[in-house]
């Protein structure tokens, strides 16, 4: 079955256009649509027009109050840095570019700097894959809107692909639900 191109329903009137056919650079799944500039923060074309001594000081110590207290978390907070310890199961698997970690949150994939995250209510399969031949495991995510994300992790040994196959069935036993 191949991916739908294009839209199957129609936005409403007045509803912003979004994804890929309007915005060259989103990518369903691993970047969010593209805000528009009202709404993004970003200075109006007045605003633009002024040298920046002139704009209003009060938006610029915002951001930087805001960027302060993101960049410092609450002692209450654990912090973002710090990996979380699992209540349950979780299979990972990666290889020198490829990256799969699925957890109570979801399934992660990373290929070189790209991200792709996924909730447990947004999978609508998992299907693993091992080649008769070679050391490269495939692990696609298939979502409800008839889309497919692969990644391929290259193994050490072939003994790696049994290994695999039990900790992401124990993942998926737990946290996965069958619609």
């Excluded at 528009?36 to 027009?49: F, H, L, N």
């Excluded at 915002?62 to 960049?71: I, K, L, M, P």
């Excluded at 699925?102 to 399934?107: C, F, I, L, S």
């Amino acid at each position: 079955m191949d991916q739908r191109i294009g839209s199957s329903s129609k936005p409403e009137k007045g509803e912003p256009l979004t994804g890929a056919g309007f915005d060259p650079a989103f990518i369903p799944g691993l970047t969010p649509p593209a805000k528009p500039a009202a709404e993004a923060g970003s200075p109006g074309p007045e605003e633009e027009r002024k040298p920046k001594a002139e704009r209003e000081p009060e938006a610029e110590a915002d951001t930087e109050t805001e960027a302060e207290a993101s960049a410092e978390p609450e002692a209450g907070e654990p912090d973002d840095g710090s990996p979380e310890t699992p209540d349950g199961p979780a299979f990972e698997a990666a290889d020198r570019r490829a990256r799969i970690l699925a957890d109570r949150t979801g399934v992660h994939l990373t290929l070189d700097e790209e991200n792709c995250e996924f909730t447990w209510s947004e999978i609508a399969a998992v299907e693993t894959e091992s080649p008769r031949f070679g050391k490269r495991f495939t692990i696609t995510v298939h979502t409800p809107d008839h889309r497919w994300y692969p990644i391929e992790i290259e193994a050490k040994s072939r003994s790696d692909f049994k290994q695999w196959e039990s900790e992401l069935d124990t993942v998926l036993d737990a946290y996965f639900e069958e619609a």
